[in-house]
């Protein structure tokens, strides 16, 4: 059964500042993995996805690499604003025909002015 | 609206309650999914449609859930004798087929809270 596990649980850094969230899956054989933030009380966008195939993907100030043998990610935040304060949250589909996401718990990320 | 959206979205039921909630995928989009995302959890997978054949069922806590998708759009999660453990978010997610179409778009959920 695959097993997705996101750390740090929380974290908080000043604004400007670069960091690091880590994401790890057990089983190696996805398909996908995406990268989505949740605000407070809302649903879950996505920030980015990264085919089995790639090795990272970048969107403005995020980018996010993927280690498919080690099972392993991160999402690379550069400048850090406090509009970035949300809970960011790790996925993974398998293979087959369904694509559902297992995620991890979520990193609570707070930026402080 | 271009996006998924869910309603309503905040239910409060008394246990032993029916409830329904409803999703609208992204126009066009074949696949469906169904998550349960309790308080301080990742959201866990509940069910699959594509088009309205629900090929995967297996995360349904119990034979309490159900879902459906009759005519391959609009689909309703039921969940029959609310209880207690049945209280969280409500994820409905879409996504379209082809290469690009894996991705999937998450509506804002339905909070279900069982008193």
């Known amino acids: 059964k695959q097993e997705v596990t996101q750390i740090p649980a929380a974290l908080s850094v000043p604004e400007g500042e670069n960091l690091v969230l880590n994401c790890s899956f057990t089983d190696s054989a996805i398909y996908n993995l995406q990268w989505f933030r949740q605000d407070p009380g809302k649903g879950l966008t996505s920030l980015l996805l990264i085919q089995s195939s790639q090795r990272e993907q970048t969107s403005g100030r995020l980018n996010a690499s993927l280690d498919k043998s080690s099972g392993r990610s991160t999402l690379y935040i550069a400048a850090s604003q406090p509009g970035d304060s949300a809970t960011y949250l790790c996925?993974?589909?398998?293979?087959?025909?369904?694509?559902?996401?297992?995620f991890g718990k979520g990193t609570l990320l707070t930026v402080n002015p | 609206g271009a996006g998924v959206s869910q309603s309503p979205r905040y239910k409060v039921a008394k246990r032993g309650q029916d409830v329904a909630l409803r999703c609208d995928p992204i126009s066009g989009h074949v696949s469906l999914f169904w998550y349960q995302q309790a308080l301080g959890q990742g959201p866990e997978f509940l069910t699959y449609f594509q088009n309205e054949a629900q090929l995967d069922k297996s995360g349904l806590p119990s034979d309490r859930f159900f879902a459906e998708r009759p005519e391959g759009s609009v689909s309703t999660l039921k969940i029959q004798r609310t209880q207690q453990e049945d209280s969280a978010v409500y994820l409905c997610?879409?996504?379209?087929?082809?290469?690009?179409?894996?991705?999937?778009?998450f509506g804002p959920g339905t909070r279900l809270t069982v008193l």
């Open positions: 997610a879409s996504s379209a087929t082809g290469t690009s179409g894996i991705e999937q778009f």
């Open positions: 996925a993974v589909s398998g293979g087959g025909s369904n694509y559902k996401l297992t």
